[in-house]
């Protein structure tokens, strides 16, 4: 495929890496102590215009009121539709042909182990399950995100609120009962709507991943985030947060990954570390290996991954086929969807930049106002006749199954969708990770 790939070896002799470990595990000790406090737990815990990172537009009175004005009207033509006095909508509730389900065919193998960390929504949980890892345990600190996936998973041990917080977990008690640890720690530090603050944000959580690992020490860690972690901005990040402190036991790896490789309807470009540990591994991390062509939307899309597809891959869905809407001769991928948990307020918009707005638009598209489900996106007709999507029809564009329900208000659903991993990824991870084991295995018992 092309995708970048990048090994992480270091040039220190081995004891300046002990050292060098050394003090990283002083530094994060020191670090979880200090988040403990409530005073510090505030900080990571702030939000809108409460929280340290905020920054408010400069708007002219003029830009103000306008803003303002927009807001009441849409306001104002969303009780109209609720109480049934808007006008009616030319869209039907269309039947998706798009069934993510199809993208991880289950695996009944539950052979390895695997926990998660900041697990969000439950996209990496329901890939690695889909791909017949036991599941162990997740934890996430926000309480309506935890619940999603106990709901969605009655019998899996969810940690959230207090509970879910990890700068307060001993790990060492899953040390041994293990294979891997994934997770997705906050990508606001070094995300631009985040303001890219990296570690002097009190949302980075990265230390907190390299913690568990080094007292977990499972055979296998998987981290995710935006794909600005792995530019030049946070080169020296990278090399002294993530790897320098694990690189003396693991062997570790970075791929940038789009979820459209493994058939997700949606440009979704994310970075992924992998590391093997050297001992009860003893191998380099393989890349997970595309299974879908996406080649005919690069056009529409503002990647620069190169690629090169096997012309017997199943090709990727635009978002119009996914959806089941009408061909109008126009289709793309979804551009990536925005979080809806960044910001100063919750919004029920999936729009990430300007860019975005102008492929939603020649896709008719309607990318703000999401409805709670398709019955009411429905209700409420869009400008220009455009579709109106649903939360489920969101979910189901960053590959969730149709099954899987959110919990909490729609800016809470969009949020927990927007800042997850997307399943079918995931599971492609997680099969790589799984093969890669068993060829080790295999070698070894020969």
């Known amino acids: 495929m092309g995708r970048v790939a990048h090994i992480w070896p270091t040039k220190k002799r081995p004891e300046k890496v002990a050292k060098s470990v050394e003090r990283d595990t002083q530094t994060v000790l020191v670090y979880a102590h200090h988040m403990s406090d409530g005073k510090a737990k505030k900080k ?54 798009l069934q993510p389900c199809l993208l991880m065919p289950a695996l009944d193998n539950k052979s390895l182990s695997s926990l998660s960390m900041f697990s969000g ?11 017949g890892f036991s599941h162990v345990a997740s934890y996430e600190l926000l309480d309506f995100a935890a619940e999603t996936i106990s709901s969605n998973r009655p019998l899996w041990n969810v940690y959230g609120g207090d509970e879910g917080d990890v700068t307060g977990i001993d790990w060492r008690h899953y040390r041994g009962g293990v294979d891997v640890i994934h997770g997705g720690p906050p990508c606001q530090p070094f995300s631009s709507a985040g303001r890219q603050r990296g570690a002097r ?87 997970p290996s595309a299974t879908h062509d996406w080649s005919e939307f690069r056009k529409n899309n503002s990647s620069k991954q190169a690629s090169m597809w096997d012309e017997e891959l199943p090709r990727t869905m635009g978002v119009r086929a996914a959806l089941g809407l009408p061909d109008t001769g126009v289709d793309a991928l979804s551009p990536t969807l925005r979080c809806s948990l960044t910001g100063p307020r919750g919004t029920t918009s ?97």
């Open 350 to 446: 999936i729009l990430s930049s300007s860019a975005a707005q102008d492929v939603w638009q020649r896709l008719e598209i309607w990318p703000n106002g999401v409805g709670a489900d398709r019955r009411s996106a429905q209700a409420f007709p869009a400008k220009y006749d455009h579709y109106r999507l649903s939360v489920e029809e969101c979910a189901l564009l960053q590959g969730f199954p149709n099954d899987w329900r959110f919990h909490g208000a729609v800016h809470k659903s969009l949020g927990q969708i927007g800042n997850s991993v997307a399943p079918p990824m995931a599971y492609a991870i997680a099969k790589s990770v799984s093969e890669d084991l068993k060829l080790r295995s295999s070698k070894s018992k020969g």
């Open 121 to 131: 929504g439950g996209g990496f949980d329901l890939g690695f399950d889909y791909a």
């Open 201 to 287: 944000d009190p949302r980075d959580m990265f230390p907190q991943f390299v913690r568990a690992v080094k007292e977990i020490e499972p055979k296998v860690f998987i981290a995710e985030n935006v794909r600005g972690l792995a530019g030049a901005k946070f080169r020296a990040y990278v090399t002294e947060t993530i790897v320098e402190p694990l690189t003396a036991k693991y062997e570790i790896r970075s791929f940038l990954l789009n979820a459209a490789s493994f058939g997700v309807p949606q440009s979704r470009t994310r970075v992924v570390f992998i590391g093997y540990h050297k001992t009860s591994v003893g191998i380099t991390p393989s890349e």
């Open 44 to 97: 990571y815990l702030a939000t809108g215009t409460e929280s340290e990172w905020y920054q408010p537009q400069k708007l002219t009175d003029a830009e103000r009121e306008a803003f303002r004005a927009r807001s009441q009207a849409s306001q104002l033509a969303a009780l109209r539709a609720k109480t049934g006095e808007g006008q009616p909508s030319i869209h039907p509730i269309y039947e998706p042909r």
